[in-house]
């Protein structure tokens, strides 16, 4: 459904021309001309027809602002090609509490985007078929399904989708425009809503009139994106992006104003009492064309758009998603590229909240857009303050031109903001309000736990040198074909104290000599004394018993026959299953698992258990740290034939530091760069470990650094790529898994034996 990879090389011919950058990062601005006039006008339709004078007014100071504001972002373009927007702007110059407050705002602006955007277009759907009225939220949430799959499947590839509807949408509005403007100058057609009456609710008042102001600013929706994807567009990319940013700009004043200028001389009628199947833009073009094939094209296109328009907040959702990640105040996963070189992540998250939102609101678009511009001018707000910061503290050539255009930017936006917020505060802005500072807050507890976890990762400066003993447990189940297995693997690492537990049926005299049979020299084997059902409560007592050291190691050895499929597999919780995630949370403890393919049963079907001629050991690594330095030496202890650290890139220039890093520890242990260009770390990982294994005499032990943190909330902060790597090599011939627990916050100080 998504096609073919791509690899992180071809990233470059993923950038967008101007040609697909406009649709696709200018569909929201463009298509909120669709319902911004309205909106207006359903607000002074409380107060009369006599009200709607003040259309024209009203529309020329929200250009006016929409001017002001395209104008200053296009200096924010320039003077941050790598993106980022108001965010990057704001915790720059102004600091980092008002940067994120830009990043919530713009966050949960790019998520109404979607709801409003599904919703408008599902609106407009209904409108042409009125039986589907009761399923409004199950079409909206398929267009954001499909809108979803869209973007699943490339920036240029939604570009090109889109540029169809983004285009034709264009074009139909201002063919719609000048017909209606020619055809006036002879005899002008009236609305079929002309002759509509409309009783005034209540008087024209200023804060009605500030109202109708805030409902039409949603013009100005989306009109950040663009600064927010500098990076997608071809280089040079500020340039391209300005100027992209400009031809918007002067597209949806034109649009804006002509409609609004249009639908005045039309004598459109709207109001929140009156049912009427046809919003404004669908009258003027009822009027214009006299209901002729023009009309329902526009209609088409209007519909399309709508729907489309949500592909500004797909493009730009995850992108600020992976810059708050960059930085540490989201969770890293935001920062993976998918296999069509998208941020899969921030896009699924992005649906699941829009989803959600539009089923909390019922599809109600009346509703949703009452929560829409708040968002939008607080991020323009921060954004041109902090230009102005920016200006000023640098005082580069020309900075009192640009600190005064930026400067007029802030004033006016934040006028509008204080107008959007008290006229719309009781209709519904109160939840963005009341949301943002909990979105604050929630980005400073992912940096603070980040900036936890990387203290705790180098606060010991752990050496290879350090002196570790490690103890291991082997668990004998039997002497059925597993445990010959475990007994193979024993004899391949050779422990120097091996502490073997019996936990099967049968007397330990009978046990003991067939254990001294297969595995002499590895122990004597002793009976773990337990009660019904205690089995692993009991060896967890028993591995806490053991005398040791701090730094010393106890492995927990668990032999295993795999026969089923991973689901089934988890399903049948068997006792191995049990005892691996009894232990995951034990200080010291490493869990060795012994895994028995059906492919393996012939290699030690004999009567004794085959000694591997070679045990070669590979340990994972994302950076050079102690968790990373304990796993190193944790493989050390099981003196392997060959050992070498193995780091997977994605990209090629993430090798680089970590490079620096190995050589600045002297870790005297090789290490492997391995390239994966597709960012799926299964294929490359398995090619590297099947080298060895190809050659029939050696086993692969494979020694993962795992962090253990404290709270459930805090492992969705992680990639979990040791629990990956861990259900991967699980059904891998010829390998051993073992996880060597790092344990984060309060239990990392627990010492083995207390």
């Not at 104290?497 to 049968?506: A, T």
Request: glycine share 6%; hydrophobic share 50%; proline share 5%.
């Amino acid at each position: 459904m998504l096609g073919r990879p791509h690899a992180s090389s071809e990233l470059e011919h993923q950038l967008l021309p101007k040609t697909l950058a406009l649709p696709v990062f200018s569909s929201d601005p463009l298509s909120s001309n669709a319902y911004a006039t309205e909106e207006m006008m359903l607000v002074l339709a409380l107060a009369g027809a006599a009200s709607f004078r003040l259309m024209l007014p009203i529309a020329l100071v929200i250009a006016t602002v929409l001017a002001i504001v395209i104008t200053s972002y296009r200096q924010t373009v320039r003077a941050y090609p790598s993106g980022g927007g108001s965010y990057i702007v704001a915790r720059e110059n102004l600091g980092t509490i008002p940067g994120l407050v830009a990043a919530a705002a713009i966050l949960q602006d790019y998520v109404l985007t979607v709801a409003v955007s599904v919703t408008a277009g599902t609106v407009a759907i209904v409108s042409a078929a009125p039986a589907l009225r009761n399923q409004r939220v199950p079409i909206a949430l398929v267009l954001v399904a499909l809108v979803s799959l869209a973007n699943l499947r490339g920036v240029k590839e939604a570009g090109t989708l889109f540029a169809i509807p983004t285009y034709g949408f264009i074009l139909m509005v201002y063919a719609t425009l000048i017909t209606g403007f020619v055809s006036c100058l002879d005899v002008c057609p009236r609305a079929e809503t002309a002759h509509l009456p409309l009783e005034a609710a209540q008087g024209l008042t200023l804060f009605l009139v500030l109202r109708a102001f805030a409902s039409g600013s949603t013009a100005l929706t989306g009109v950040e994106a663009i600064a927010d994807g500098v990076q997608a567009f071809r280089r040079p990319q500020s340039r391209n992006a300005a100027t992209t940013l400009g031809v918007m700009g002067l597209m949806t004043i034109g649009m804006f104003l002509g409609i609004t200028i249009l639908a005045r001389i039309l004598q459109v009628r709207v109001s929140e009492h009156l049912v009427l199947e046809k919003s404004v833009l669908a009258q003027i073009g009822d009027a214009v064309f006299q209901g002729g094939a023009p009309f329902f094209v526009l209609q088409v296109f209007t519909a399309l758009i709508l729907i489309v328009a949500a592909n500004t907040a797909y493009q730009d959702f995850p992108r600020l998603s992976a810059i708050l990640a960059r930085d540490r105040f989201m969770p890293r996963q935001f920062m993976n590229r998918g296999d069509r070189l998208v941020y899969s992540n921030g896009i699924m998250v992005l649906s699941l909240l829009a989803g959600l939102l539009v089923w909390a609101f019922s599809a109600d678009l009346t509703r949703l857009i009452q929560l829409y511009v708040v968002g939008v001018f607080t991020a323009f707000t921060l954004s041109q303050l902090g230009m102005v910061r920016r200006w000023v503290r640098l005082r580069e050539e020309g900075w009192r031109r640009s600190a005064t255009i930026n400067g007029i930017g802030a004033a006016a936006t934040g006028i509008v903001l204080v107008i959007v917020t008290l006229t719309k505060f009781i209709h519904g802005a109160w939840i963005v309000i009341v949301v943002m500072p909990v979105i604050v807050v929630m980005l400073l507890n992912v940096r603070r736990h980040y900036e936890h976890t990387r203290g705790q990762l180098v606060a010991r400066n752990l050496s290879l040198a350090m002196a570790v003993e490690n103890i291991v447990v082997p668990v004998v189940p039997g002497f059925d074909q597993p445990t010959r297995e475990l007994i193979s693997w024993l004899r391949a690492v050779r422990p120097e104290r091996v502490m073997p537990l019996f936990i099967g049926e049968g007397t330990l005299e009978d046990a003991s000599s067939a254990w001294n049979r297969l595995a002499p020299r590895l122990g004597t084997l002793m009976r773990l004394e337990h009660g019904a059902g205690q089995k692993v409560k009991a060896l967890r007592e028993f591995v806490r018993s053991i005398p040791r050291s701090p730094d010393d190691f106890v492995t927990v050895v668990v032999p295993e026959e795999i026969d089923t499929g991973l689901l089934r597999y988890l399903l049948r919780r068997t006792r191995a299953f049990r005892i691996k995630t009894a232990f995951l949370l034990e200080p010291g403890v490493v869990v060795t698992d012994i895994p028995l393919l059906p492919e393996e049963v012939a290699g030690v079907a004999s009567e004794r258990p085959l000694e591997p001629e070679r045990n070669v050991c590979l340990v994972p690594i994302s950076g050079v740290h102690d968790a990373s330095i304990r796993a190193l030496a944790y493989a050390q202890s099981l003196r392997p034939a060959h050992l070498e650290g193995v780091f997977l890139a994605g990209e090629p220039e993430e090798a680089d530091e970590l490079i620096r890093e190995w050589r600045e520890r002297a870790i005297d242990i090789p290490l492997t760069v391995i390239e994966a260009p597709f960012r799926d770390y299964g294929p490359p990982m398995l090619e590297e470990i099947r080298r060895y294994t190809s050659r029939g005499d050696t086993i692969v032990t494979v020694v993962m650094p795992e962090l253990v943190v404290e709270s459930w909330r805090h492992k969705l902060l992680h990639n979990q790529r040791a629990l990956f790597l861990k259900r991967l090599l699980l059904f891998e011939p010829w390998v051993v898994s073992v996880s060597v627990p790092f344990h984060l916050g309060a239990r990392a100080q627990v010492r083995a034996g207390d």
